[in-house]
């Protein structure tokens, strides 16, 4: 049985929808500065070899898109960690819902209380980390403009 419904929400509309959607945007803007980067390592490796002294330019570039590519990386692994968070909550919050329906003509009205109480302790563990991971990926952005 739970097989067929593995089968079943692959072929749903919302895993089409989300595959034909393409590479995403912050996905785009971390290959963007790599690539910066790059051009910039090849662009002072040529000017070595023609024997150019190209020590201040040099470290200006490599030091500004460096600290770019960086960044880059930086938003996207926090949007990612929020991203996958939001979505655990979303699917606890479904659980919680099918848990309550079910659960609730099923169990006596003690035991059924007993296991919300659980469920709503885990709630509140995941809004705490949902909320402490909002907190640090904005202070980690503030800290990396200060430098």
Do not use: C, W
């Amino acid at each position: 049985m739970a097989q067929a419904k593995k089968s079943q929400r692959r072929g749903s509309r919302v895993s089409t929808v989300s595959s034909k959607r393409g590479m995403e945007f912050t996905k785009k803007i971390v290959i963007l500065t790599a690539l910066l980067f790059i051009v910039s390592l090849l662009d002072i490796r040529g000017a070595v070899r023609e024997g150019l002294d190209v020590s201040g330019y040099a470290t200006q570039v490599l030091i500004t898109t460096g600290g770019i590519f960086g960044a880059s990386i930086v938003f996207y692994l926090n949007k990612s960690k929020i991203e996958n968070l939001s979505k655990g909550k979303i699917r606890f919050m479904l659980l919680r819902l099918r848990l309550e329906i079910k659960l609730k003509d099923q169990l006596p009205e003690e035991t059924y209380n007993l296991i919300m109480e659980e469920i709503n302790e885990i709630d509140h563990m995941m809004d705490t980390k949902l909320d402490g991971a909002l907190e640090e990926a904005i202070q980690q952005e503030i800290d990396l403009q200060n430098y």
